[in-house]
């Protein structure tokens, strides 16, 4: 993290920055440069679909994306301030080919009446829900990783909300802290709301209750989470270059298992997610758990999600995460599908900014897009996370 003081003088960064006020404000530079060597491995039943993949690839498994973050804040007097944020993603060794986008996009005003922030946030269920994932790891099912783009678990959404207003109740309790956000409809998504409550002490306790409700725009669907529930095929997928299973396994969703909804689907119904989530930590490792389901009101289709799972300190410098989850998935003809997981992170920490690390993740399908279809994908990879 780089904390850098603007001033008027400074005439050049005034160009870049805007208007500045004449208070002195701090700018706090920061990202995340993550880089490992991905192993997936993708097999399906032979009495079934036929096919399998080895993929290798660099990534950014653990963070996800490689990210680059503008953050600050400014005393306005009386016990209030203004807050703000910029950040992109897709940036990085990784990323070269891909143009970086708008990430975090938020400004907000803060005091005695609690947080005011308007713009692109997270969701309320995803800072709260996903956050007790011991290993964080999306390229497997488990609370992080259970939504994407529609998909999946709406409030879990690894994505920011946009056009968002995001309120945080003053706190009036030690250890309860209240979220409600209001999200408006654009082209990709309906109007949504969502709410969380948290009690924690901040160290060894931390419960909570998120709900996210979502309205279906025309030509959007309900379907199975985002990784791995999505089938086989050897054929490519458009002109991605790339089978199914690959883009599956790659956290993207090639829609075959769609519970709801589809390219004729006229819209309007509500996805409706409710999720409890907590850990307690013992001292010698830390225990998870959490249930997570969402349905659209009026049909049979549905989505539920438990996970369990621990974390393990080995000393102040190595950390072990395991979490295993299991997914039953509805659709509105009322045919069902599971899907379990199970995945392994383990850290290394050379410093506060850069965690050498290994990621496993093994996740299995039955009731694929034929009768009898199973799928089963795995995933190894061994990386290092830098955050400045």
């Not at 950040?87 to 947080?115: A, D, I, M, R």
């Not at 959007?220 to 989470?225: E, G, K, L």
């Not at 659209?296 to 549905?302: L, M, R």
Request: glycine fraction near 14%; proline fraction near 3%.
């Amino acid at each position: 993290m780089v904390q850098i003081k603007f001033k008027k003088s400074s005439i050049g960064l005034l160009c870049l920055s805007g208007v500045l006020s004449s208070a002195m404000a701090d700018v706090t530079v920061s990202g995340t440069v993550d880089q490992s060597i991905e192993h997936f491995v993708t097999k399906t039943n032979p009495g079934a679909l036929t096919g399998s993949d080895d993929v290798h690839r660099v990534a950014s498994t653990l963070a996800n994306y490689n990210t680059l973050s503008f953050a600050g804040n400014e005393d306005l007097g009386e016990g209030m301030k203004a807050t703000y944020e910029l950040s992109f993603k897709n940036v990085g060794p990784v990323n070269s080919g891909v143009t970086p986008v708008n990430y975090l996009s938020h400004v907000g005003l803060e005091g005695g009446f609690g947080k005011l922030k308007l713009g692109h946030q997270w969701r309320p269920m995803f800072t709260a829900v996903a956050a007790i994932d011991p290993t964080q790891l999306s390229a497997t099912p488990g609370f992080a990783g259970a939504g994407k783009s529609g998909t999946g678990l709406s409030g879990l959404a690894p994505e920011p909300n946009s056009n968002t207003i995001t309120y945080n109740l003053p706190s009036f309790m030690p250890g309860l802290f209240v979220q409600v956000q209001k999200g408006f409809a654009d082209t990709t998504q309906g109007e949504n709301a969502g709410a969380f409550v948290i009690l924690t002490d901040g160290q060894n306790f931390f419960a909570t209750y998120a709900k996210h409700t979502e309205k279906m725009i025309a030509g959007s669907i309900f379907a199975a989470s985002a990784t791995g529930t999505n089938g086989i095929s050897t054929a490519k997928v458009g002109n991605t270059g790339a089978t199914l299973a690959q883009l599956t396994v790659g956290g993207y969703n090639g829609l075959p298992h769609i519970l709801y909804g589809g390219t004729t689907y006229a819209g309007g119904d509500t996805r409706e997610s409710d999720g409890l989530a907590g850990y307690y930590n013992f001292g010698v490792f830390k225990l998870v758990g959490g249930y997570v389901t969402e349905k659209v009101n009026g049909t049979k289709a549905k989505l539920d999600m438990d996970v369990v799972g621990v974390k393990v300190p080995l000393g102040s410098e190595v950390n072990i995460g395991y979490l295993h989850s299991q997914a039953g998935h509805t659709r509105s003809a009322g045919t069902t599908f599971k899907l379990a997981g199970d995945k392994v992170l383990v850290t290394y920490d050379f410093s506060k900014r850069t965690t050498a690390y290994y990621a496993w993740g093994k996740q299995h399908l039955v009731g694929g897009t034929a009768a009898g279809n199973e799928f089963s994908s795995e995933i190894n990879a061994i990386g290092l996370k830098h955050t400045f």
